[in-house]
């Protein structure tokens, strides 16, 4: 197929519609394999514009607690590259449409090979990546054998990013841009709104692609207000925690997990879509 | 921080890493873009630094003058003896302040940090000896210190806790993961990541991301610039092998970095086999693990085959970490030094032998060193110079051994 990926698909028509996209993040395997892929099969239904799918690593040096425990039941339930890919599969078996982006550390990747990861995440349905600790200084021997697998190899923005450093991280990105609202790790503080306001036209002023803005949002209306300013608006840890926070002490989901998180998610979905656009379309457009 | 310099004009094996931080395919800088910013204003920092010899005497000043510098060389006449083969030297860097090697980088990074005008330093422990030489220079300078330790390494590590608390440092505890080493440099990493604008990391080995690899190398190779010296004075010549113990490193390439372009001299870094290479329960991540991405720099991992990483175990703390800085990775593929291992049980016979028959308590780390030395020297020529690396002092062990002792006997 030589016509317009996922993302970008996604983002015409959200563009379209008027609103931002609501980007949901989960661990892939986390509390079980079984469990996530039921998760992440109900997100589209639920509200999910853009799938963030973690694959979990030992050391996520980026990630605050809940990450950080999502990551480590999915490796003690058994996850591998190879299971991830596999629930990305059995997702794109029912949608086409939902874009998969997957996120992580470079050293999985690495170990399970560059080639080989590249040529099994396409082969999966995956669309993008999102590679936490590979800065555009060392991030070639990625995004290009993952350019030439159609993937999208994503940029991430920190606020310690300056102007001039800004053309250099933004240079080759594809997908969306991830702007990181907090200088921290995830799941920690909020940042303010105008902040982030001015910091997205910031990174607009770069670049044409799309900007998600995530870290700190944890509620239906943090949602609803970086949907007035962003094209997308993550969340990770607060969907973690309510899969955490239905399980036993021995990691048993006690309800129904799957109901919990798309309940959650229609929540944050709503919060998304009653955002009064300000900026995306002006600024967008002209 | 070496006044001569590579020579120039002749194949070296001295002047990595590349502008980037890359030994060949080891090093680099794999970190998370909020913290790319401070990680190249410390790179840029240090380029300055290196360059001016206002700051290369002022380091020098504190190493003769706080520290205690230079460490003697010292022949060991009675091991000499007793293995009956090489004439082995200690280089004595366990008689520093602090009782370790750890001191001369801590201070050439605090100086950093003073210069780059940061009032707050952190840093990940292990067995302490770090923290306790972080928690020195802060007070020397009267920086604010905070010390991320694992749960676990501080109820073993008692005594080093208190030491960095007296010192006025604050040791926050680390629970995440195994509550061992890599956890605190994680720890340590995501406090960094949240305080970049008045905070410096100050790491204590030759890994994390590009420059401190190459920054706590010049810093460590006083240790090979006086040995080089001090044979000179008392043999009249270069050594003929160089032994160092390899946890993270710092010590063996603070030895070894001034002998590289030596082809004469040969150098053998040893790691720790803990329970033995085949049980899993080591930290040989050279001899036994695979190349991989952590902490900010490519090198040798212990990993399973996810690339996940895994708890080494070893009976000497400093030496209990899963990784070792990538200029080690670079120069085992590359052939120039060889890396050997020993056991838990081999080391505390080597910690038993220096003791009786030298007068010194070495620390476990460097007792791994000894023990390889032991193996090798009684097969070495009498007129073989064999220059091993004391880098620390065992006081902070005898609880240890006396445990491992109780529970062998």
């Known amino acids: 197929m030589t016509g317009e990926r996922r993302i970008a698909r996604r983002f015409r028509r ?210 609803a207000a970086i949907a007035a300013v962003a094209d997308a608006a993550v969340v990770g840890s607060a969907i973690v925690d309510r899969i955490a926070a239905d399980l036993d002490n021995d990691g048993k989901p006690t309800g129904d997990p799957v109901a919990t998180v798309s309940a959650f998610v229609a929540d944050l979905a709503a919060g998304a879509r009653s955002a009064k656009r300000r900026t995306a379309d002006d600024v967008g457009a002209e | 921080m070496d006044p001569t310099g590579p020579a120039a004009g002749r194949n070296t094996l001295r002047t990595g890493p590349d502008d980037r931080g890359h030994f060949g395919m080891y090093g680099g800088r794999y970190v998370a873009e909020t913290l790319m910013p401070v990680i190249l204003s410390v790179e840029q920092a240090y380029a300055e630094a290196r360059q001016d010899p206002a700051f290369a005497t002022e380091f020098d000043y504190y190493l003769k003058h706080y520290v205690g510098r230079p460490s003697p060389l010292y022949f060991a006449r009675r091991l000499t003896r007793q293995l009956g083969g090489a004439r082995i030297y200690f280089k004595r860097d366990e008689l520093n302040h602090t009782g370790a090697h750890k001191i001369n980088n801590t201070l050439g990074q605090a ?113 090979g610039r006086e040995v080089r010296e001090q044979l000179q004075e008392a043999e009249g010549r270069a050594p003929d092998t160089l032994v160092a113990c390899i946890g993270g490193g710092s010590n063996a390439i603070g030895l070894f970095h001034p002998f590289l372009d030596d082809p004469e001299v040969r150098m053998i870094g040893v790691e720790a086999a803990g329970r033995g290479l085949d049980t899993g329960e080591h930290c040989a991540s050279l001899s036994a693990g695979a190349p991989g991405v952590l902490h900010g720099n490519r090198t040798y991992l212990l990993q399973d085959e996810e690339g996940q990483i895994e708890n080494g175990h070893s009976i000497a703390a400093g030496l209990d970490y899963p990784g070792v800085g990538p200029e080690h990775a670079w120069l085992k593929d590359c052939g120039r030094i060889s890396y050997a291992s020993v056991t838990d049980a081999e080391a505390l016979e080597a910690f038993k032998l220096c003791a009786r028959t030298e007068g010194i308590l070495p620390a476990l780390e460097p007792a791994h060193a000894l023990a390889h030395v032991a193996r090798i020297a009684p097969d070495l020529p009498t007129d073989h110079i064999l220059v091993m690396n004391l880098c620390g002092r065992g006081d902070k062990d005898v609880f240890t051994v006396a445990d491992a002792l109780g529970e062998s006997a």
Not at chain 1, 89 to 114: K, Q
Not at chain 1, 149 to 161: I, N
Request: glycine residues 10%.
């Open chain 1, 14 to 223: 959200l563009r379209a519609e008027g609103r931002a996209g609501l980007v949901t993040f989960v661990t892939a395997g986390d509390p079980s394999p079984d469990l996530s892929r039921e998760i992440v099969l109900a997100l589209p239904a639920a509200g999910a514009d853009i799938i963030e799918l973690g694959m979990p690593f030992s050391d996520p040096m980026a990630d605050g607690p809940s990450i950080q425990q999502s990551s480590l039941r999915a490796l003690a339930g058994g996850q591998t590259m190879a299971r991830t890919f596999a629930q990305v599969a059995a997702l794109r078996d029912r949608d086409d449409e939902t874009p998969v982006v997957l996120m992580g550390y470079f050293n999985p990747i690495y170990r399970y090979g560059v080639a080989r990861f590249v040529a099994d995440a396409a082969a999966a349905g995956v669309d993008g990546l999102i590679v936490v600790d590979l800065p555009p200084e060392e991030h070639d021997e990625l995004r290009l054998p993952a350019a030439d697998a159609g993937l999208d190899l994503m940029a991430l923005v920190a606020p310690t990013t300056d102007d001039a450093r800004l053309p250099r991280v933004l240079g080759r990105a594809a997908g969306f841009v991830y702007y990181v609202s907090v200088a921290g790790i995830t799941g920690t503080v909020s940042a303010a709104v105008p902040d982030i306001e001015r910091a997205v036209n910031r990174i607009r002023r770069t670049t044409d692609l799309p900007v998600g803005v995530g870290f700190g949002i944890r509620t239906p209306e943090q949602t």
């Open chain 2, 111 to 223: 100086l950093l940090a003073r210069r780059m005008g940061k009032a707050r330093i952190i840093a990940e422990t292990g067995a302490g000896q770090h923290g306790v030489a972080t928690a020195t220079v802060c007070a020397l300078f009267g920086l604010s210190c905070t010390v991320f330790m694992g749960r676990a390494d501080m109820e073993r590590q008692a005594p080093n806790v208190f030491r960095m608390k007296l010192l006025g440092a604050e040791v926050r505890p680390v629970d995440s993961g195994s509550g061992t080493l890599k956890d605190a440099m994680n720890a340590a990493l995501r406090h960094w990541v949240a305080h970049v604008e008045d905070t410096f990391y100050l790491i204590g080995t030759v890994a994390g991301p590009h420059p401190y690899p190459v920054m706590v190398r010049d810093f460590q190779t006083v240790i």
